[in-house]
């Protein structure tokens, strides 16, 4: 078997376990009024899904998150990051779960990224529909799903951009982006020693004819305009690409946040602060985030 496919098995059984793992402390969602698998593309595949967990109404912040989990392109879904977006909803924070498809080899990064736009779209133009009419929105991600954060933060400040993949949004403007443990020079991943094999599982067939550095925050980060927050850690095995989006961020003089959590705790790696809820680390990062939304809803 080669290297490449053994790293793919291990995130895969890495990721389940972690799923498995949060699935037992999720929170009874009745607790939380809620709106599940809401399709926003009617073929009755449970990818093109969405939930909405509707925040604590005694701390009601009228200010929409939108997650986008990770999994490497080619596991994960939109029901892992519940107990993530309880954490926000207990704060008073409307949260919806973005579902799209998941790579098996044969789909294309496109294919995802479409699914993602045609989901933000239908989130866009059905706010009173779905009793999220409001004026603050916020786009986090996760590891894959933060690259996929990022990117849709710069389509949605970039018509021209939008317009060149074939999109087009209502207007929008995005209060903040979060992205934990990110991909962010999306272009630097074909270069890292993947197999073809490795290359063809991750992004399918026709990977070879995917332009990478379009599709790559780093490409268009002079077009991102809502304020970042970003978070790795010591052990982070993608903290180098954070890093390389705080050093871009910085050159521009951009408004961010950057934390770097520097733990020896074994719990503490990639996205630990979706995987791990309950250490200490993962709850800095997490209250972060909440500060720092607060304090853009504030301004």
Same mark, same amino acid.
């Given at each position: 078997?080669?290297?490449?496919?053994?790293?793919?098995?291990?995130?895969?059984?890495?990721?389940?376990?972690?799923?498995?793992?949060?699935?037992?402390?999720?929170?009874?969602?009745?607790?939380?009024?809620?709106?599940?698998?809401?399709?926003?593309?009617?073929?009755?595949?449970?990818?093109?899904?969405?939930?909405?967990?509707?925040?604590?109404?005694?701390?009601?912040?009228?200010?929409?998150?939108?997650?986008?989990?990770?999994?490497?392109?080619?596991?994960?879904?939109?029901?892992?990051?519940?107990?993530?977006?309880?954490?926000?909803?207990?704060?008073?924070?409307?949260?919806?779960?973005?579902?799209?498809?998941?790579?098996?080899? @044969?789909? !294309?990064?496109? #294919?995802?990224?479409?699914?993602? +736009?045609? &989901?933000?779209? *239908?989130? %866009?133009?059905?706010? /009173?529909?779905?009793?999220?009419?409001?004026?603050?929105?916020?786009?986090?991600?996760?590891?894959?799903?933060?690259?996929?954060?990022?990117?849709?933060?710069?389509?949605?400040?970039?018509?021209?951009?939008?317009?060149?993949?074939?999109? @087009?949004? !209502?207007?929008? #403007?995005?209060?903040?982006?979060? +992205?934990? &443990?990110?991909? *962010?020079? %999306?272009?630097?991943? /074909?270069?890292?020693?993947?197999?073809?094999?490795?290359?063809?599982?991750?992004?399918?067939?026709?990977?070879?004819?995917?332009?990478?550095?379009?599709?790559?925050?780093?490409?268009?980060?002079?077009?991102?305009?809502?304020?970042?927050?970003?978070?790795?850690?010591?052990?982070?095995?993608?903290?180098?690409?954070?890093?390389?989006?705080?050093?871009?961020?910085?050159?521009?003089?951009?408004?961010?946040?950057?934390?770097?959590?520097?733990?020896?705790?074994?719990?503490?790696?990639?996205?630990?602060?979706?995987?791990?809820?309950?250490?200490?680390?993962?709850?800095?990062?997490?209250?972060?985030?909440?500060?720092?939304?607060?304090?853009?809803?504030?301004?």
């Amino acid at each position: 078997m080669k290297f490449t496919r053994l790293i793919v098995n291990f995130l895969k059984y890495t990721s389940q376990k972690g799923t498995n793992k949060r699935r037992k402390t999720y929170p009874p969602i009745s607790l939380f009024e809620h709106r599940l698998d809401i399709p926003y593309i009617n073929d009755h595949n449970h990818e093109h899904t969405f939930d909405i967990f509707y925040g604590d109404k005694n701390k009601k912040k009228n200010c929409l998150i939108i997650d986008i989990h990770g999994g490497a392109y080619i596991f994960g879904d939109h029901y892992d990051n519940y107990p993530f977006s309880f954490f926000f909803t207990k704060e008073g924070f409307d949260v919806i779960n973005v579902g799209y498809r998941i790579n098996n080899g @044969k789909l !294309s990064i496109i #294919d995802q990224i479409d699914d993602i +736009a045609r &989901c933000i779209e *239908y989130i %866009f133009t059905h706010k /009173k529909e779905l009793n999220i009419d409001y004026p603050n929105m916020v786009i986090t991600g996760d590891s894959a799903g933060g690259h996929l954060a990022l990117l849709f933060a710069e389509l949605i400040n970039d018509s021209g951009f939008a317009n060149e993949l074939g999109y @087009k949004f !209502s207007n929008h #403007d995005l209060l903040a982006v979060l +992205a934990n &443990c990110t991909v *962010y020079d %999306f272009n630097n991943i /074909k270069d890292n020693g993947l197999s073809h094999s490795g290359m063809k599982r991750m992004f399918g067939e026709s990977y070879k004819e995917v332009d990478f550095t379009k599709l790559c925050p780093k490409t268009h980060i002079n077009s991102l305009k809502a304020p970042v927050f970003a978070s790795t850690c010591k052990k982070d095995f993608l903290r180098k690409q954070s890093l390389m989006l705080k050093k871009d961020l910085e050159d521009r003089n951009h408004d961010f946040e950057f934390l770097d959590i520097n733990s020896d705790n074994k719990h503490v790696g990639h996205v630990h602060n979706v995987l791990n809820l309950d250490i200490k680390e993962s709850k800095e990062v997490n209250q972060k985030m909440i500060d720092f939304i607060n304090k853009h809803l504030n301004n």
